[in-house]
């Protein structure tokens, strides 16, 4: 498996003999603007360039979108990407949008798995800060979606990865990783906020807990600076990791690319 950082969430995995871009956000620095009700970075939406000319990531088998948030999929991505490759979703809901967007071969995920050439790919749960009840008041009055997934990779020859996704590290996490046993998770821990103390993805004390929790796992913090409202950078993740000694723990640089 080889794990490729582009920029935020967004990254290509090659798996299997197949490489998937996850999580598209493609537009240039400053399109959109910051997230209300939380810090900012002063920067707007996306907060940096991609390291990269934007064609250069469509080389690819397939497209896993978790969730319809902008920093996700936005309208960069809808207009930008090959409307024929397979794109994986999380419900009928996201499939419909997506389907309107024009793309042809939009599949939805499921827990029980869907398969792919020669892997299977699992649904998984996520807490995407909906269950407090601050943050999901703001959810109702931006008018966004609560839900989103994360994404288990299973195939023969290959250890089994883990897209944790957008999520705090909760019970639905720490199932996942006792259900499926993934030797590489990778998790979204810009300790993004709204409003402001209200947390919608881990930040280092989640990843410390999960790390201490499954020591035998190497682990991928991805979703690291890149938009407005992250609280997590970076060098803030890397001293935190030298401190506490979480010597399994990834911090790629965007356009960086690790092999396992």
Known sequence: MIFQQIRSATSIIS????RFLI???LAP?????????TVS??????????PCPVENLFDIDAVIVTHMHFDHFDEVAAKLLPKHLPLFC?????AAQLNEFGFKDVRILDTNGIKFHDITLFKTPCDHGASDAVTSFFYEKLDIEK???GVVFKANKEKTFYLAGDTIYYRGVSETISKYTPEIVAVNA?????????ALIMNQYDVLVLMRSFPEIEVIATHVEGVSHATVSRSLLRDFARENKLTKLYIPDDG?????
């Open 15 to 18: 798996y299997a003999n197949k």
């Open 23 to 25: 999580d598209p956000m």
């Open 29 to 37: 620095q400053g399109t959109y603007p910051a997230v209300p009700y």
């Open 41 to 50: 970075t002063g920067k707007g939406n996306p907060d940096c360039e991609l």
């Open 90 to 94: 999380q419900s009928d809901k996201d």
């Open 147 to 149: 839900e989103a997934c």
């Open 190 to 198: 810009a300790g993004a906020q709204c409003p402001l103390g209200h």
């Open 256 to 260: 960086q690319t690790i092999s396992f």
